[in-house]
Nanobody, 119 residues
Framework: VQLQASGGGLVQPGGSLRLSCAAS????????MGWYRQAPGKQRELVAA???????NYADSVKGRFTISRDNAKNTVYLQMNSLKPEDTAVYYC??????????????WGQGTLVTVSS
């Protein structure tokens, strides 16, 4: 299974970006799709996740500013990031928890996309 993330870049404080992550490969069903981020010198942290059925979960630091959504037909997850702050600067990674046709529960990470918020 491969995850292809895109949409990162340089944006000014207060600006917006939309990240996308498309999953491909031997996926029978998806349990959770999410976004994590890792800033320099810090641990990777959960930003947002969306589970089967559409329930969402957000880090307190992004609530009200970020929105996670999912296109089930395309196995794609999006992260709309508004009102960006310099502290949002990080490499953003998408994550997938899925089931194979043989019933195995597995996880996969995308390659990361850099988001830089700076004036």
């Amino acid at each position: 299974v491969q995850l292809q993330a895109s949409g990162g870049g340089l944006v000014q404080p207060g600006g917006s970006l939309r990240l996308s992550c498309a999953a491909s490969g031997s996926i029978f069903s998806i349990n959770v799709m999410g976004w994590y981020r890792q800033a320099p010198g810090k641990q990777r942290e959960l930003v947002a996740a969306i589970i089967i059925g559409g329930k969402t979960n957000y880090a307190d630091s992004v609530k009200g500013r970020f929105t996670i959504s999912r296109d089930n037909a395309k196995n794609t997850v999006y992260l709309q990031m508004n009102s960006l702050k310099p502290e949002d600067t990080a490499v953003y990674y998408c994550n997938l928890l899925y089931n194979t046709a043989t019933g195995r529960a597995l996880g996969s990470w995308g390659q990361g996309t850099l988001v830089t918020v700076s004036s």
